[in-house]
């Protein structure tokens, strides 16, 4: 504390902790039978190479915003309502090129005039949202915070392509974070984030950025598909949500054996198995909703976080480690003790 200044606080009593959970899912479902009657794929091969049987998708009609706004107003109600001072939203299909659309959906939740921005991490967006949002706590730039993850990915898909299509969902999932103490149940451990740009070849839309231009003679309509080399992504992926969980369980004080419960990004099931295997966490204790969404992108962590506390796999004490990785590459983890039961 100073003499005339502000109070000053320690940094452990500006943790982020979590107190406010939701979700929300565009209601038309698609199974792995209806992608097979129009794609050169099978049911059994679907299942069988990723885990997934259905996924959600959204209308033409329904933009990224429109689902973020229904999961950010169930964590806000979850949070007992209150205001925050930030809203962040991890995306990588932003409503519009420009402006960023968290504003839009923090004027939409009835909050104009605090701060709102997209973080940009692919599959890692929210865990990268999650820093994003501690920070501001840390900072003093918010006393609390909202974190919407929100994908509308089936938009960036070839319709034609059996390699993505099946694979991706759409969805969001969202967190208010409050600040507490670092000790409590519910606050967010050390988040350990990492980059390699220099494999940005094996995720990515080539076309509608500055380096290729959406009205540039380059463009062709497959340069403005997502694309991804499948086999190698998820070598990488196993290693490095395999290392960033080692870090973050270390940067926390923990050991791996006292992990109760891995929420891995929700990528492909046999990645999740190879990433529990390499930590030697037993399966019985790896947290899925692949068969029913899909891999959601930025909004796969927190919309398993919050359909676990619903039906009761994450219950209060729970040690929590959440792993993430995506294009960028990026990837990251972090730990927290799961918070009272009033969650979810
Ligand atoms: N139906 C039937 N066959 C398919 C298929 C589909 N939907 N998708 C690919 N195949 C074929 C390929 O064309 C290939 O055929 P070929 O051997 O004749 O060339 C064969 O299956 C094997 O392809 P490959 O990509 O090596 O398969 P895989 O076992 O690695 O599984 C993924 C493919 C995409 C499911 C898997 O690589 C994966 O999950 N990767 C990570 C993806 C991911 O999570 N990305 C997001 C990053 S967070």
């Known amino acids: 504390m100073t003499a005339d200044g502000p109070p000053t606080t320690a940094p452990a009593d500006r943790a982020a902790v979590l107190c406010g959970l939701g979700h929300w899912l565009p209601p038309t479902v698609v199974t792995n039978e ?33 689902l973020a706004v229904e999961a950010g107003a169930r964590a806000l109600k979850s949070a007992g309502g209150g205001e925050v001072q930030a809203l962040v939203l991890a995306t990588t299909t932003p409503d519009h090129p420009c402006p960023a659309t968290a504003p839009d959906v923090a004027a ?82 050390p988040v350990v984030l990492g980059s390699d740009g220099g494999r940005r070849e094996l995720i990515a839309v080539d076309a509608g950025g500055s380096r290729r231009r959406a009205d540039g003679p380059a463009d062709t309509a497959p340069d403005g598909y997502f694309r991804m080399r499948g086999r190698e992504v998820f070598r990488q992926a196993v290693e490095r949500m395999g290392e960033a969980s080692r870090s973050a369980v270390a940067a926390a004080g923990w050991s791996l054996e006292t992990v109760d419960r891995l929420v891995a990004h929700q990528a492909n099931a046999r990645i999740t198995s190879f990433v529990a295997s390499e930590l030697d966490i037993p399966t019985a204790r790896c947290v899925h909703n692949i068969g029913r969404v899909g891999n959601t992108a930025a909004a796969s962590i927190p919309l398993l976080l919050s359909q676990a506390a619903q039906d009761g796999t994450l219950t209060p004490g729970h040690r929590v480690l959440m792993t993430a990785f995506g294009g960028g590459l990026t990837w990251g983890a972090t730990t927290l003790v799961w918070p009272g039961p009033d969650l979810g």
Not at 129 to 155: C, D, H, Y
């Open 34 to 66: 209806e992608l097979s009657s129009r794609l050169d794929t099978s049911e059994e091969w679907i299942r069988s190479r990723t885990g997934i049987s259905t996924r959600h998708l959204a209308g033409p009609n329904t933009a990224t915003s429109d």
């Open 108 to 189: 939409r939740l009835g909050m104009t005039g605090i701060a709102a921005f997209d973080v940009s991490a692919v599959c890692t967006g929210f865990l990268y949202g999650l820093a994003t949002a501690a920070g501001l706590i840390a900072a003093g730039t918010a006393e609390r915070v909202l974190l919407i993850a929100a994908e509308t990915f089936s938009t960036l898909l070839d319709p034609q392509d059996r390699t993505t299509v099946p694979i991706f969902g759409d969805g969001a999932g969202a967190v208010v974070l409050r600040r507490g103490s670092a000790e409590e149940p519910g606050a967010i451990g």
